[in-house]
């Protein structure tokens, strides 16, 4: 496999929602003919994780599943169902996301900070990494995965304050990069000041950027990008991003 990789672009969308995607056929044969080797499929809720289960069971090798339970996704009268089932299912994940703080919704902070540490907890307990949503919750969501002491945490779409994404790196966390990166000042800061052993690309497929829906295969637009701003050869980009994301998850991508 790696002589075989050792040319051409090989590359790992590090999140994806598939479970939203209703040809999944199509969408994984057009990301492989893009050069993804691998995609890391986020769940949010029950539901989402069942799918997002089942469809890594039916294309393994190319679909590694993780277990989320999403800010959006918290109803109180739902926690100690969603977190029971993830508990009970972790063992078949190679990580817990999406899960998060996110402080521009409606559900109360306190209820947020309970969920994602009880979820943190998990991730300790069963050694999993965590990829983390934290829109306006950058410093808090940091706090709370480096006071857990927590390994391997993946704060993903980093567009938050550098001196927070300094804290992030200081302690050995890693950020991701997306497609916003063709327009998002804040996004652009934080992925040219992080070093590129530092850095996963992704997609957050089914986004939209710039009104137009995303998929797997458009991890190569976040590759270019990267690539653009580091002043660096995409293949080169593309070999050390999946090596990141293989060190992250403790997957070797490049050895299946």
């Known amino acids: 496999m790696i002589e075989e990789t050792s040319n051409k672009i090989v590359l790992i969308d590090s999140h994806a929602h598939l479970n939203e995607f209703e040809d999944i056929t199509t969408i994984l044969n057009e990301a492989k003919q893009s050069g993804v080797i691998g995609i890391v ?5 029950i539901n989402s994780n069942k ?6 069971r039916e294309n393994p090798k190319l679909v590694y599943p993780a277990l989320g339970y999403h800010p959006w996704e ?15 299912h972790i063992g078949e994940a190679i990580a817990l996301g999406e899960i998060g703080i996110d ?14 540490n009880e979820l943190l907890e998990i991730a ?22 480096k006071e857990k002491g927590l390994k391997r945490g993946l704060f993903h779409w980093f567009s938050g304050p550098i001196n927070i994404l300094d804290k ?13 990166l063709a327009y998002s000042p804040p996004h652009q800061e934080a992925i040219k000041k992080a070093p590129l052993e530092r850095i996963l690309l ?21 590759l270019l990008h990267v690539s653009r701003l580091k002043g660096l050869e ?18 070797d991508f490049l050895q299946k």
């Not at 799918?51 to 890594?56: E, F, G």
């Not at 402080?103 to 994602?116: A, G, P």
């Open 168 to 180: 992030i790196l200081e302690s050995g966390y890693f950020i991701s990069a997306t497609p916003a």
């Open 41 to 45: 499929a986020v769940g949010m809720d």
């Open 103 to 116: 402080y521009k919704i409606k559900v109360k902070k306190e209820v947020q900070f309970k969920v994602f």
């Open 124 to 145: 300790n307990e069963f050694d999993k990494p965590v990829i983390i949503h934290c829109r306006f919750s950058h410093q808090k969501a940091f706090e709370m995965v």
């Open 234 to 251: 995409p293949l080169f980009v593309s070999k050390e991003t999946t090596l990141n994301a293989s060190e992250f998850f403790q997957i």
């Open 202 to 222: 992704e997609t957050d497929s089914p986004v939209s950027y710039q009104g137009k829906e995303s998929s797997p295969k458009d991890v190569l637009i976040t």
């Open 51 to 56: 799918k997002t289960l089942q469809i890594a």
């Open 74 to 88: 918290i109803k109180e009268n739902e926690i100690e169902e969603n977190l029971s089932w993830i508990k009970d």
